[in-house]
Nanobody, 122 residues
């Protein structure tokens, strides 16, 4: 399984970015997809996840109402639309997926993309 994240960049506070993660190597539509981030000097944290069909989503409280996760199973791609960005959203963002098709949310994530860097200036 390969995950390729893209879409990061430098944006001013209040701005927007859309991250994409293209998956390959297995049937994309059968698996949960998630986004995580690691801010400088901090532990990696969960950001958002979406069920295989897109009907269920989950978010960390700090991004609720600002970020939206979605997926296009025909394109094997998951997205993270980030609006009203804040300096504290600055981090490297990673997409991930579990090894086995499981309940939502999954207990673990096993495959990880390389990360895309988001910097929000104040």
């Amino acid at each position: 399984v390969q995950l390729q994240a893209s879409g990061g960049g430098l944006v001013q506070a209040g701005g927007s970015l859309r991250l994409s993660c293209a998956a390959s190597g297995r049937i994309f539509s059968s698996y949960v997809m998630g986004w995580f981030r690691r801010a400088p000097g901090k532990e990696r944290e969960f950001v958002a996840s979406i069920s295989w069909g897109g009907g269920s989503t989950d978010y960390v409280d700090s991004v609720k109402g600002r970020f939206t996760i979605s997926r296009d199973n025909a394109k094997n791609t998951v997205y993270l639309q980030m609006n009203s960005l804040k300096p504290e959203d600055t981090a490297v963002y990673y997409c991930a997926t579990p090894k086995v098709s499981s309940r939502f949310p999954p207990p673990t994530y096993d495959y990880w993309g390389q990360g895309t860097e988001v910097t929000v200036s104040s």
